[in-house]
C-alpha cells in the first residue's frame, strides 16, 4: 500500500514570492493534516482537512493556506514568503480522526 | 505555552542497555498519548500509544509508562540497539475534548552506541 506522498521534496524560493505543496494521502483516507517543523522546534500544526472541508486550523498567518480536492489530496500555499518559512513541511493522514497519523517525507523548503 | 515538553534534547546510551526518553504535559484535557520515532529525511514513523485509562503499554522492546498524577510519560526500549538511533516525539491529544490533532513536544535525539 503506499504511503503518504508529498512534492516537491525540496524546493528553493527567493522572498515574496509563494508556494504550493502537494500531498497525496494513502488510499482510503480522508484527513489531511499539514505541518511546520523548523529546527529545534517540534511540529507546529497548520491545518487539518476531511471531505474537502478545513476543521482545524493552527496559529499561523494568513499567508499559509491549504485546500482538499475531492480525491482527497491536499495542497498547501505559502503566500509572501519570508526567511522565517524556511523549514521542513510535512503532510499526515488518517483513516479516521482517532487513530494515528501516517507522515509523508515532507518538503524541504528553504528561503533565500 | 509548550503544552508537551521533552525536556532532554538529546541522549547517548550503550546498545543492549535501556533507553529512557521523558515527556511531561500541562493540560489536563489530554487523554491519548503517542510517540513517533524520525529518521533524517524521512517523515515521523508511528510507534506506539497509551490511552488515559491505562498506566502501562507494550508493544515488543517498547513500553510508554503513564503517569497521569504527575503529567508524566516516558517510552523505554529495551534492548537498545543502533538502528533506534533517531528523533523520538511524544504527542498528545484531547480525544473526548473532541480535538484528534495531537500536540507535538520538540523531540528528543537518541544515540545508541555499538
Known amino acids: 500500500k503506499a504511503g503518504v506522498t508529498q512534492t516537491p521534496r525540496y524546493l528553493i524560493k527567493t522572498r515574496g514570492q509563494q508556494v504550493t505543496l502537494s500531498c497525496s494521502p494513502i488510499s482510503g483516507h480522508r484527513s489531511v493534516s499539514w505541518y511546520q517543523q523548523t529546527p529545534g522546534q517540534g511540529l507546529q500544526f497548520l491545518f487539518e482537512?476531511?471531505?474537502?472541508?478545513?476543521?482545524n486550523k493552527g496559529n499561523f498567518p494568513g499567508r499559509f493556506s491549504g485546500r482538499q480536492f475531492s480525491n482527497s489530496r491536499s495542497e498547501m500555499n505559502v503566500s509572501t514568503l519570508e526567511l522565517g518559512d524556511s523549514a521542513l513541511y510535512l503532510c499526515?493522514?488518517?483513516?479516521?480522526?482517532?487513530?494515528?497519523?501516517?507522515f509523508g517525507d515532507g518538503t524541504r523548503l528553504s528561503i533565500l | 505555552d509548550q503544552q508537551v515538553k521533552q525536556n532532554s534534547p538529546s541522549l547517548s546510551v550503550q546498545e543492549g542497555r535501556i533507553s529512557i526518553l521523558n515527556c511531561d504535559y500541562t493540560n489536563s484535557m489530554f487523554d491519548y498519548f503517542l510517540w513517533y520515532k524520525k529518521y533524517p529525511a524521512e517523515g515521523p514513523t508511528f510507534l506506539i500509544s497509551?490511552?488515559?485509562?491505562?498506566d502501562k503499554n507494550e508493544d515488543g522492546r517498547f513500553t510508554v509508562f503513564l503517569n497521569k498524577s504527575a503529567k508524566h510519560l516516558s517510552l523505554h526500549i529495551v534492548p537498545s540497539q543502533p538502528g533506534d538511533s533517531a528523533v523520538y516525539f511524544c504527542a498528545a491529544k484531547s480525544a473526548s475534548g473532541g480535538s484528534y490533532i495531537p500536540t507535538f513536544g520538540r523531540g528528543t535525539s537518541l544515540i545508541v552506541h555499538p
Open positions: 499526515a493522514s488518517s483513516l479516521q480522526e482517532n487513530q494515528p497519523q501516517h
Open positions: 497509551i490511552s488515559s485509562i491505562k
Open positions: 482537512y476531511f471531505s474537502e472541508t478545513q476543521r
